[in-house]
């Protein structure tokens, strides 16, 4: 079976002076497959997110999305995108903004009114007429996930999809993963609480600095007895020049010797 997305040889620099902030990064994803794209800030995640996503296009290398290019309308059709800092019209409803993509998709006023419903009953915004403009950070992450699985994505993108939830909406987020898995959606999971990706990972890639450091099946990377924390912070480590991760000079300084009052 083909892969739902094959990433090959991918690089990325923004300005033909700068360095690649993807460098020579390659792997692919299987249907009904969660995947973790882990890595610090600057890592070069997101531009391989975007390059996914058809949203920006790769300096060199290839990306192919269901056997087709990112930018083919069949392919991004297929395609959920959850984005870490949703942003929607401020001035519409949930049910509007949903009823709105659901327009984008193409989809029949009928099958829209009931995805629409059952997308806001998911997400627990069902009856929630405030406008967007007063939604908290947890309830515009909430309806950006409502959003990316109205079209039933053959592929979900998830860019730090429960880093405003509360414990009740990042079990949900679980529970909704391992039923689009079920199904044989692909997952592609973006995010720095590595304890969730641990929980619902098959495979995960470890980045820094636009290289991939280790890739692999999460029980394979994760020894017993340890977390992907640990394994993920000891990997950076070694790659990174070594630097004292204490308080910054001209703060230790004023720090009191012992003894002293």
Same mark, same amino acid.
Request: proline fraction near 3%.
């Given at each position: 079976m083909a892969p739902v /997305?094959? /990433?090959e040889d991918l690089r990325k620099r923004y300005r033909a002076r700068d360095p690649y902030v993807v460098d020579s990064v390659s792997f692919s994803l299987e249907p009904g497959e969660a995947f973790g794209l882990? %890595?610090?800030?600057g890592a070069g995640k997101s531009s391989i997110v975007k390059i996914i996503a058809g949203l920006t296009r790769p300096s060199s290398g290839r990306v192919t999305l269901l056997g087709g290019s990112p930018q083919d309308p069949a #392919? +991004?059709?297929a395609l959920g *995108?959850? !984005?870490e800092e949703p942003d929607f019209p @401020?001035?519409?409803c949930a049910d509007e903004v949903l009823d709105y993509f659901g327009r984008l998709l193409g989809l029949p006023a009928s099958e829209r009114r009931r995805r629409v419903s059952e997308a806001l009953e998911w997400s627990t915004l069902a009856g929630e007429r405030r406008q967007v403009r007063h939604f908290s950070k947890g309830m515009k992450q909430r309806l950006g996930l409502a959003q990316a699985i109205l079209g039933r994505p053959k592929l979900l993108i998830l860019d730090e999809p429960t880093a405003d939830l509360d414990p009740l909406g990042r079990r949900d987020v679980r529970d909704l993963i =391992? %039923?689009? @898995? #079920?199904q044989g959606t692909t997952v592609l999971l973006n995010s720095h609480l590595l304890s969730e990706v641990e929980r619902v990972c098959d495979r995960v890639s470890i980045m820094a600095r636009g290289k991939i450091l280790k890739e692999g099946p999460v029980q394979e990377l994760v020894p017993e007895g340890r977390t992907l924390e640990e394994v993920f912070v000891q990997l *950076?480590?070694? =790659? !990174?020049? !070594? +630097?004292?991760? %204490?308080l910054p000079a001209f703060i230790a300084e004023n720090q009191p010797r012992p003894g002293s009052i």
């Open positions: /997305v094959a /990433v882990l %890595g610090p800030n #392919a +991004r059709a *995108f959850a !984005a @401020k001035y519409l =391992s %039923g689009l @898995k #079920a *950076f480590d070694a =790659s !990174a020049q !070594a +630097r004292d991760a %204490g």
